[in-house]
Every structure is written in structure tokens, then in C-alpha cells.
């Protein structure tokens, strides 16, 4: 990616970057820790520089190797729904990709640990957050089905992906921490939010959402 060119957007994409937070919010986005985050950081930079132009559209872009950047929406949604008050201790993510949802993260969390199968991308994601200077950021060449253990217990987990959710993942959240993820519901996907409790698991439907699958292995 040529930084110059990106610096360039990045001079000009502040109006840019207010419309979408505007969008989001006429959507149903409220929390304005995450609204900031949103405004806060330059989706062009996880971007391929021949979609820079598109960077701030509200739709999912694509970023190599079958994977996508999520549509801004849902990753403001995904976001607000592990929100409580005052700010986030450690949250995994399963699935890097370009950078973005964790980078998104590390504005409202002590601790980001992001986990992502296809090394190319976790290389590329850990040089951004590294220019960014988003050094809460951890990233890890590894299945996203294991989860991090040794970094466990988790505030929040969200999982870029859709299919059946590992039991793994559950186990490594805190009591009152939250998971957001894409469910395998038959013919789509359900985003799923699940908080645990000291009874154990609250579940709650979010809405129909489309991600890539959730697979295992390295690549």
C-alpha cells in the first residue's frame, strides 16, 4: 500500500468518516464510545489502495484470499454489544483479517488479543496496528477454534466468522463477560449474543447477518 497516497485520504476523509458515524447512528447505533472509535480510526488504511475510494461506504469490502472487511454497521453493532460500563479489560477476537474490528477495539479496550488462521493477513494486520501505534493489539498466527488460553478469562469475544460455535470459547469468557458471533441458522446466519453469568449462559438474537465461515486449520 503506497502511505502516501493514504495520507492523502487521510487528509481529506474526516467529513468521510463523520457521514458514516452519522449513518450509523440513523441505524440504531448509539453508543457514542463506539461511534468515536468509528470516527476515530481511517478504514482506508485495511483496505486495498484500489478500494480506498469506497473505504467509507457502509458495505463489506473484499481484502484477499476469500476474506472480506465487515460492513462498518456490524462491526459497530458486534462492538456495542459487548459495551458495559466503563472500559474493556481483554477482549479476543477470532478471525484479524485486515485489522479493522480489532483496531475498532483497542480504542475501548485494555487489551486486544486477535487470533487469524491465514498468515498473509495476520503479517498485514500486525504491520498496520504497528504504524498505527496500536501497540495494545497481540495478534496470533493460530486456530481461532482453540481461543487463547493462556490469556484467558475473556470481557468480551467476538468471532468474525459464522458457523458452530466452539464450546472452547465459552469457556474462556468471564463471569459477566459477553460473546458476539455468527451462528449457522439453516439457510443464513444469526448474530448471537451470549452473556455469561454465575447461572451460566444468557443467549439473545441480534438479527441475520452473512460473514465467511468459521474454519479450522492453518493457511
Known amino acids: 500500500m503506497g502511505s502516501s497516497a493514504h495520507s492523502g485520504i487521510g487528509m481529506t476523509s474526516e467529513g468521510t468518516r463523520?457521514?458514516?458515524v452519522r449513518r450509523l447512528r440513523e441505524k440504531g447505533v448509539s453508543d457514542d464510545r463506539v461511534l468515536d472509535a468509528v470516527a476515530a480510526t481511517p478504514r482506508h488504511?485495511?483496505?486495498?489502495?484500489?478500494?480506498?475510494?469506497?473505504?467509507?461506504?457502509?458495505?463489506?469490502?473484499?481484502?484477499g484470499r476469500g476474506q472480506t472487511i465487515?460492513?462498518?454497521?456490524?462491526?459497530?453493532?458486534?462492538?456495542q454489544a459487548v459495551m458495559r460500563e466503563g472500559k474493556l479489560g481483554k477482549v479476543l477476537e477470532i478471525g484479524t483479517g485486515s485489522g479493522y474490528q480489532a483496531a475498532i477495539l483497542a480504542r475501548l479496550a485494555d487489551k486486544v488479543f486477535t487470533t487469524e488462521r491465514i498468515g498473509?493477513?495476520?503479517r498485514g494486520a500486525?504491520?498496520?496496528?504497528?504504524?498505527?501505534?496500536?501497540?495494545?493489539?497481540?495478534?496470533?498466527?493460530?486456530?481461532?477454534?482453540?481461543?487463547?488460553?493462556?490469556?484467558?478469562?475473556?470481557d468480551a469475544i467476538l468471532v468474525t466468522a459464522g458457523g458452530r460455535i466452539p464450546e472452547t470459547l465459552y469457556e474462556q469468557l468471564d463471569v459477566g463477560g459477553v460473546l458476539v458471533a455468527p451462528e449457522d441458522a439453516g439457510a443464513y446466519q444469526q448474530l448471537i449474543r451470549v452473556e455469561r453469568t454465575d447461572q451460566g449462559f444468557e443467549r439473545e438474537e441480534l438479527g441475520a447477518v452473512t460473514f465467511v465461515p468459521l474454519l479450522q486449520g492453518l493457511d
Open 18 to 20: 463523520q457521514r458514516l
Open 45 to 63: 488504511l485495511f483496505v486495498d489502495e484500489a478500494l480506498s475510494s469506497r473505504a467509507y461506504e457502509d458495505t463489506a469490502l473484499p481484502i
Open 70 to 79: 465487515s460492513q462498518p454497521y456490524v462491526v459497530a453493532m458486534m462492538t
Open 120 to 122: 498473509e493477513l495476520q
Open 126 to 154: 500486525r504491520q498496520r496496528f504497528h504504524r498505527m501505534g496500536l501497540h495494545n493489539i497481540y495478534t496470533r498466527h493460530a486456530d481461532g477454534m482453540d481461543g487463547w488460553p493462556s490469556q484467558a478469562p475473556f
